[in-house]
């Protein structure tokens, strides 16, 4: 669903206005609708590694039927359960604070290479996000990136992951996003099975690092305020990225102002 002008020119003043440093967007399927200048600048992304990194990463492996989510990390060997409980799974690591230490170990040991090195050949370079680096820790990526990123998730690609249910787990070869036949690194059944509760009756209801918020909407945000927060709403057909530059509950204001007015 586009974002309506006078709806856009709304949230453009609500971010001037609470923080004029914030950088931000909103869009659909197609792309952006609206949002901050500096769309190219490299941008320090770190609290949404999580989300853009990890998470399409593990989602690969299940893809490919290198990893089951409700298997004890265990019968993946010793070094994919190193440092966690006896029969942790990666069901519990995803939908539980604290685990992404332990699921950034479990992927690397599955695939045999870094975090970095699996999002890149997997999922950044696939989307064309030719410019998200994560190094030294830090993950780095300009807002045109995040846009690539959440579009995606709005029309990911069928439910086989193009790995199928076999096949190693090592990095795939680059997509060429130029042909439509060609593979996506987010498949419509991992977006499915993560954007919805998995947590059952405990509180608080969490899907796949992804967080339930009203209106039909699920985000990710970093734990600390200020800090980066994403929105996609398959409902909306919207997505929206916010990188705050001060404290402030712009957080919430900018959520409700992108998602309510056609909830």
Known sequence: MTLLSDQADAVRALVESADPGAVWAVGGPDGPYSGSDGAD?????????AVLALWPAVGTLVDEGALSLHTPLAAYGD???AGTPAGTTAHQLL??????????????HLSGSTLAELAAV???????????????????????????????LLHPSGPSGPGGSG?????????DRGDASGPAPLTRAWTAESLRIRTGELTPA????????????WTH???????????ISPRHHRWAVLLPAAHSPLRTTF???VFTSDA
């Not at 604290?98 to 479990?106: I, K, P, S, V």
């Open 221 to 231: 945000h970093a734990p600390a305020d200020p800090g980066p927060a994403v929105w």
């Open 41 to 49: 600048d490299v941008l320090d992304v770190g609290g949404l590694t």
């Open 167 to 175: 096949g190693p787990a090592g990095p795939r070869a680059p997509a």
């Open 255 to 257: 959520r409700e102002a």
């Open 122 to 152: 997997r999922v950044w370079s696939p989307l064309g996000m030719t410019r998200t680096r994560l190094a030294d820790g830090t993950l780095r990526a300009p807002l045109a990136d995040l846009a690539l990123f959440l579009r995606n």
């Open 95 to 108: 939908t539980q604070p604290g685990g992404t230490a332990a699921l950034t170990r479990l992927v690397e």
């Open 206 to 217: 969490r899907g796949l690092l992804w967080h339930p918020a009203p209106h039909g909407v």
């Open 79 to 81: 070094g994919a359960a």
